[in-house]
């Protein structure tokens, strides 16, 4: 493995400059899937904040976004693969705090969960995150997205041993993002609850 490898792993840490942001209590943005990620026309931006789909990778961007509806293993497997090569091609041109690079990252997230990884997914939207609320803060839509996204991922983990290894972590970063007793922090705290109840 090389030192590059490990920038696009998903490890799901969190830098302590994002837990020192002020708390915020509006509501979040609805959960959905990460199917629009980029926007197909404008400058840097549409009028909604999404990036531009970058010309060089448009083709890419389109076959593993198409892979959202598809229920085939063998599909999502070769989505995951040209997610992965996305990744590693943006990273490298724009680097890893610009939207674009963030995007194709969350996207990496959400195949992760559909094909059944629930903890890599989880650990996906926890490293983005981290990014998005270091671009464009906490209250942003977009950070509450993916954060909503990183706890129903969480949420979906069957083992409970790896899901109360993830729920201090998801727990804090609803409480950061969402706010102490939003919706997804309390849903964080019952299955917690639940799990050492089960113990």
Not at 174 to 197: I, L
């Amino acid at each position: 493995m090389s030192e590059t490898d490990i920038l696009y792993r998903p490890w799901g840490i969190v830098t302590s400059e994002f837990w020192e942001r002020p708390q915020t209590t509006q509501q979040p943005a609805p959960v959905a899937s990460p199917q629009q990620p980029y926007s197909s026309s404008g400058p840097a931006s549409s009028d909604d904040g999404s990036p531009e789909v970058p010309a060089a990778y448009r083709d890419g961007i389109l076959q593993v976004t198409s892979a959202f509806s598809s229920r085939d293993p063998q599909v999502l497997r070769s989505a995951q693969v040209e997610a992965e090569r996305l990744d590693q091609a943006m990273t490298a041109e724009y680097g890893e705090h610009d939207l674009r690079t963030i995007s194709v990252r969350e996207m990496r997230g959400w195949l992760a969960h559909l094909t059944g990884e629930h903890e890599t997914a989880s650990r996906w939207y926890l490293h983005t995150v981290g990014l998005l609320s270091s671009v464009l803060g906490t209250s942003d839509d977009r950070t509450r997205a993916s954060a909503k996204r990183a706890v129903a991922t969480w949420l979906s983990i069957a083992d409970q041993a790896v899901a109360k290894g993830l729920a201090p972590t998801i727990l804090a970063m609803a409480e950061e993002v969402e706010g102490k007793e939003s919706s997804s922090a309390n849903a964080v705290r019952r299955r917690a609850n639940a799990g050492a109840s089960a113990a």
